[in-house]
């Protein structure tokens, strides 16, 4: 017999699909922009260069998840700390995911480059800045620490299931944007270190209720839509055991408003599965070109710098 003869059957999760993601971008730039006369930083040519740089890298990722139809795609900007973009894919795997996360850095570093050369042609003092930015934010982009592409692209190449190689991995990216900030006088980099501290806690968490759910042989590594009632049920105590501020809540709410919250929860626990088709040789291509974009600008500046 079916697992819902024995268990409840698992409400439906309501997924959110704005049908405002362009005014959304739009008015997240806008704060981003603002941001930065609040903190009195009022040369408009630097705060136009880094709205192009950012963006250009944020449209390199969407336009790959568009190319490997991802769903519900949106850019997001964040005052000081830059932009994002989202989406669902249909089936995560690793090619597309690599792929994806390239798109983003390769064409910042690329425009850097061919900007550096014509500055040296054209000896044009906002062209060098441009071209600096272009180099800089997109060759920082490509360090292997978390949350950064490069960090992401590190888990998706060692192909990690070991949640504990992630927590570590999230601290020590944190511990290192931290002392880097500080050493640097730079406190957006140190707030950012701090703020990813609460992304370690949230996989600490997640860490903790997997480690209980394997005792139970519950599987976790799955879908929503495949999840059975029985693990979702079993998913969703132990998310209660971990949340005593969601359990107080839902005991003094109506069942058909605890249902969305509840869903989302255990959908966040869940590991989507990913599918490992990427072949050693395009591992290979990979790490290839993450070396050659990490690398070139400084290359370039130096045959700049030989035949100047």
Do not use: C
């Not at 700390?81 to 996360?101: C, D, E, I, Y």
């Not at 999840?227 to 049920?233: A, E, M, T, Y």
């Not at 869940?270 to 395009?282: D, E, G, M, R, S």
């Amino acid at each position: 017999m079916e697992d819902y003869d024995y268990y409840p059957q698992k409400p439906d999760l309501v997924e959110k699909k704005s049908n405002k993601g362009v005014s959304k971008s739009i008015f997240s730039l806008l704060l981003f922009i603002m941001a930065f006369s609040i903190i009195g930083i009022e040369d408009f040519t630097f705060i136009l260069f880094l709205v192009i740089v950012i963006l250009i890298h944020e449209l390199g990722h969407f336009v790959m998840m568009k190319v490997f139809k991802y769903k519900d795609v949106q850019m997001m900007f964040v005052p000081f700390m830059g932009a994002f973009v989202k989406g669902t894919p249909r089936a995560k795997n690793q090619t597309h995911s690599m792929l994806v996360l390239l798109g983003g850095p390769l064409p910042g570093i690329l425009i850097g480059i061919v900007l550096l050369f014509l500055n040296k042609t054209y000896q044009l003092e906002w062209l060098g800045e441009l071209a600096f930015l272009f180099l800089f934010l997109n060759s920082l982009n490509l360090i292997p620490l978390d949350p950064l592409d490069g960090g992401q692209l590190l888990k998706l190449l060692i192909n990690k299931k070991q949640e504990r190689f992630q927590l570590v991995f999230s601290f020590i990216s944190s511990i290192i944007m931290i002392l880097a900030g500080w050493y640097f006088q730079e406190w957006i980099i140190v707030i950012f270190g701090f703020l990813m501290g609460f992304r370690v806690r949230a996989i600490q968490k997640n860490y903790q209720i997997h480690k209980e759910l394997d005792d139970q042989d519950v599987n976790y590594v799955t879908s929503y839509q495949a999840l059975s009632n029985k693990d979702f049920s079993f998913i969703k105590q132990s998310v209660l055991n971990f949340t005593p501020a969601l359990r107080t809540y839902i005991e003094q709410v109506s069942d058909e408003s605890v249902d969305p919250i509840i869903a989302t929860q255990v959908n966040n626990v869940l590991i989507v599965p990913v599918k490992k088709n990427a072949t050693f040789f395009f591992k290979i291509m990979v790490i290839l070109s993450w070396i050659s974009a990490f690398t070139a600008p400084f290359i370039a500046a130096y045959f700049l710098k030989i035949f100047s």
